[in-house]
């Protein structure tokens, strides 16, 4: 009896959270005070030996954490700059000692203002070109540097004379740009600072600013009678901000980082409260230390900053000079864990993308078979695809994380075609200015049948089950997804040489959220798409050219959720909207194959294709937290080409092989990606009273069997191999002869 439990498939939606709960934690790393070392300074000074740290102000890296910037308040006694390098990026515990260093605002600019030059922040554009430092006096100098991220002597680093702005006053001013440039940041005050806000028309150019917005931090710090601002951080995707606030009544005792979370990305005016993270009695023993183990000295912090990911924060401190280094348990995690709900929802909108992908590009490969084979009447192929995505990575593998709930196929027509294809891929997303990287695996199985219609047409439907997975980089959130799809799909001939593809697909999907591998939310959805391809075959000696024209478009409707990250650590939890996602492409380009070379025991078949590929999905605006937060999520790439070349071997034997190498590469200006595919395909026809059948059962322990039946002159000979895809279970196989007497 067949069954195919779509109920059963259903039910395994239903919405489970795992509610064990684990601490917010830092944990000290080291204290360093670097060791000074001979150098020529920035002024031309030779033979400097200067302390590191002397009222340190906290500092930045270079853009790959090679080299580290401490900024020093004490002018006279060091370098207001001193830079070293760090053997292992963003570890401190790998510094060396002093290697370069100066007085930019005095040596360059030529200031001789003391509050001018008393050094409070630091900061670069992304290729280190650009330089800014702020004064005590809230005058932000920029820096124009011809070797990036250099301040040794005669390296070329310059200053435009008035080229200075003042954007606040003593005694506090820390300065932070966005992403891309485009908006620059300038806190002052004390216990409620205020921020504000510019547009800059030139990226990183401050004569270019605008004031769009001024905004007062609200913040719980009832238990500090007064403060000022010392520290000023973004995190890496602009929806989390940090500030520290230096106890100047209590003797350093009551320092505090606040916490904030940016409903709009970089939009300052949208902050709110999150958290705080005391620090009480400085950085002491049993909480954090200085290198002496000393807890009797009064601590006052001077400065924060992160490494580029937010695993790492440094904290430097006055009395005595030290840089902390602590690790987070989380991503820019000080007071709470948020989640990266931008590459959250990003995941969400690939998954939905790769299921119509990777069903369509099943099925048009299934095209591709018949076309080239549709003078034979049994079209039986059971292939295994085995896709890599760069750097290419392609090994076979006899464990294709697949499943059919219960569903299995009976071979006994002739006048139906039975196939199957295992796909298994796995590749990358980089980054962009909102979005971190992600990982991304993807794993299916598909059954299809079709049939030959008259001369010339062929219809047919298909069964595909898949498991993705998104682990974002750098961080301790991931996201799985699981779909079941049913796919129409038919060819229709226009005349001889022209014809048209169609596939029409219904999907089931289930997507998991979860963080450090815990599940804290899932949504459900349905996806309904179709897809045509429009050829014309043309012949030109031995090549078999056939024009490609290709539209795609889909609909995905994802139910609302709430992401419990409290659930697993200290955290904000995320409630988002249902939210129905459109994807649409269009390809243009052709298709070719060659004549078949013959040989005494197989045909050879070259073949391959070119295609331009213009991505048409509308950027989707994504609201959460009860509709007061919101993610735009734009097209990766709108325009791309894709060509593919490879061949196809029919041995006498009836068994099939074919290879094929394919290339997706980006074109738009900002993204210069690329994806590379390798594509083995093995099959073998089966003939004769034969039959075949798989079971795969998720709900049930992953219960699974596979076997096959063939009658040879009346004897009935079985194959029976249970539990394929666990490595936990034994393996059974069984093998019978039977026949009636």
């Excluded at 059919?404 to 006994?412: A, F, P, T, W």
Aim: one cysteine or more; a negative charge; charged letters at 20%.
């Amino acid at each position: 009896m067949k069954k195919l439990k779509f109920l059963t498939f259903c039910l395994f939606f239903l919405f489970n959270i795992n509610v064990s709960v684990a601490e917010l934690t830092k944990t000290q790393d080291t204290a360093e005070r670097p060791g000074s070392s001979s150098y020529t300074d920035l002024g031309g000074n030779p033979n400097e030996i200067r302390d590191a740290l002397e009222v340190p102000q906290g500092g930045t890296f270079n853009n790959d954490g090679t080299k580290v910037f401490f900024i020093n308040k004490r002018v006279g006694h060091t370098d207001s700059i001193t830079v070293m390098r760090v053997s292992t990026p963003y570890d401190l515990r790998t510094v060396s000692t002093i290697i370069e260093g100066g007085d930019p605002i005095i040596d360059i600019a030529g200031n001789t203002t003391a509050n001018d030059q008393r050094v409070t922040d630091i900061d670069f554009n992304n290729d280190g070109t650009k330089l800014f430092l702020t004064g005590q006096s809230g005058k932000v100098f920029p820096f124009d540097l011809i070797i990036p991220y250099s301040f040794a002597f005669g390296s070329g680093m310059s200053f435009t004379t008035g080229s200075e702005v003042s954007l606040g006053g003593a005694p506090a001013g820390e300065l932070e740009f966005n992403n891309d440039g485009t908006k620059m940041y300038f806190i002052d005050g004390g216990e409620n600072p205020t921020v504000d806000e510019y547009n800059l028309t030139t990226a990183f150019d401050m004569s270019t600013r605008s004031l769009i917005s001024t905004t007062t931090l609200s913040a719980d710090i009832s238990d500090s009678a007064s403060g000022q601002v010392v520290g000023f951080e973004f995190n890496d995707t602009g929806t989390g901000m940090h500030v520290l606030i230096q106890d100047t009544a209590g003797g350093g005792f009551n320092d505090t980082i606040f916490q904030y979370r940016l409903t709009v990305a970089f939009d300052t005016s949208t902050a709110v409260f999150v958290g705080k993270a005391d620090l009480d009695s400085g950085l002491k023993l049993g909480t954090f230390k200085d290198q002496n183990n000393d807890a009797n000295v009064s601590h006052v912090l001077t400065g924060l900053f992160f490494d580029a990911t937010g695993s790492k924060m440094y904290i430097s401190n006055d009395a005595p000079d030290l840089m902390h280094q602590i690790s987070l348990p989380c991503s820019f995690g000080v007071a709470v864990c948020m989640a990266d709900t931008a590459s959250n929802i990003v995941s969400n909108v690939e998954f939905a993308k790769k299921n119509i992908h990777y069903n369509n590009s099943t099925l048009f490969k299934r095209f591709e078979w018949i076309k080239r084979n549709r003078e034979n009447e049994n079209l039986n192929s059971f292939n295994i695809n085995l896709k890599s995505y760069n750097p290419i990575l392609a090994s076979l593998t006899n464990k294709l994380q697949a499943s059919l709930d219960n569903n299995s196929s009976k071979i006994k027509s002739s006048t139906w075609s039975f196939w199957s294809t295992g796909d298994v891929s796995m590749g990358r997303q980089d980054a962009t200015i909102t979005d971190k990287p992600k990982k991304i695996h993807t794993s299916g199985l598909t059954f299809g049948a079709d049939k030959k219609l008259g001369d010339d047409k062929f219809a047919g439907f298909a069964l595909r089950y898949a498991q993705n997975d998104s682990s974002v980089i750098n961080t301790n959130q991931s996201s799985d997804m699981e779909s079941l799809t049913l796919n129409f799909y038919g060819t229709i001939p226009k005349n001889e040489t022209n014809y048209v593809n169609m596939i029409l697909g219904y999907s089931l999907l289930r997507i998991d959220q979860k963080y450090l591998g815990k599940k804290t939310g899932n949504r459900n959805g349905h996806q309904l798409f179709t897809s045509a391809n429009f050829r014309s075959k043309n012949k030109s000696g031995r090549f078999n050219f056939s024009p490609s024209g290709k539209f795609s478009y889909g609909i995905t409707k994802l139910s609302d959720y709430t992401d419990f990250i409290s659930s697993v650590t200290t955290g904000l939890n995320d409630q988002h909207n249902d939210k129905t996602i459109k994807n649409g492409n269009l390809a243009f380009g052709f298709l070719f194959d060659m004549d078949s070379y013959n040989f005494p025991d197989s045909t050879v078949i070259p073949n391959g294709g070119f295609e331009f590929v213009w991505d048409v999905s509308p950027e989707t605006r994504f609201t959460y937290d009860n509709g007061q937060s919101n993610t735009i999520v734009d097209v990766y790439s709108a325009k791309n080409i894709k060509g593919n070349l490879g061949f196809e071997v029919i041995f006498t034997n009836d068994s099939t092989l074919s290879l094929n190498y394919e290339r997706f590469q980006h074109l738009d200006l900002h993204r210069s990606g690329k994806t590379e595919t390798f594509i083995i395909k093995i099959g073998k026809i089966i003939e004769g009273d034969s039959e075949f059948a798989f079971n795969y059962n998720p709900l049930n322990t992953h219960e699974s069997s596979l076997s096959y039946n063939k009658n040879i002159n009346g004897f009935d000979f079985s194959i029976n191999h249970n539990h394929i895809f666990d490595n936990s279970l034994e393996y059974d196989t069984n093998v019978e002869v039977s026949t009636n007497f």
